[in-house]
């Protein structure tokens, strides 16, 4: 067996499961944001929409990515094929879970409706923001398993901007609304990424 018949049976291409992967998490997305759409009736009595609005960024850069052909070589070997379709994966599940955990609560844009609760439940006992927590690890799973670090890096740092501006929106609706509630939520809680003690402190963002 020569080494280019090797590594054609020990590498396995991303793309397909990628595909597979986003398309199932869309597919879920739109499903229960449909289904919470049924619970929307309640009125809106706060918002930060001008902040969401940064999101729009990403599939802009993401579209120019799509041009710059230098991006799109290869720098990581076939090995990290299988390791980034897990961390992928989990990403997703980590952001169903978070879903699901805020069940009517959840919304697309930074509001407070009438009957808003501060949940703390499930993956929220770890982060403050485990949805974003969750797709900022599948699009590093994503990176991995395409091999394309460089790529994905910028669309990494800018999700990660709009995510920060749409906390910032969030955030200060919460604290609005809940006041010392959140306030020793936000203090105990870290924003993105879990610590690994149990130790109450200090969080991620000011």
């Known amino acids: ?5 090797a590594h054609s049976l020990s590498y396995v291409s991303p793309e397909p499961w990628l595909f597979i992967l986003w398309i199932f998490w869309g597919a879920i997305w ?3 944001a449909l289904w919470t759409a049924g619970f929307r009736r309640r009125p809106v009595e706060q918002s930060e929409w001008r902040l969401s609005l940064v999101v729009v960024l990403i599939p802009a850069l993401f579209l120019w990515t799509r041009t ?5 070589r290869p720098h990581l070997p076939g090995f990290f094929v299988l ?3 897990l961390v992928c ?4 599940a980590f952001s169903f879970w978070a879903r699901f955990s805020l069940n009517r609560n959840w919304s697309g844009m930074a509001v407070i409706r009438s009957g808003h609760e501060l949940v703390e439940k499930g993956p929220y006992r770890y982060v403050r923001h485990p949805i974003y927590s969750g797709l900022l690890l599948s699009l590093a799973g994503t990176a991995l398993a395409q091999g394309l670090p460089l790529r994905w890096v910028g669309v990494w740092l800018l999700s990660l901007l709009a995510v920060w501006f749409k906390i910032l929106g969030e955030e200060r609706l919460l604290a609005e609304r809940f006041g010392e509630e959140f306030k020793a939520f936000r203090q105990s809680t870290p924003a993105l990424l879990p610590r690994l003690t149990r130790r109450r402190g200090q969080a991620l963002l000011p």
């Open 68 to 72: 710059a052909g230098w991006l799109h």
């Open 83 to 85: 390791p980034g379709l």
């Open 1 to 5: 067996m020569t080494e280019n018949q």
């Open 89 to 92: 994966a989990l990403g997703m």
């Open 30 to 32: 739109l499903g229960a």
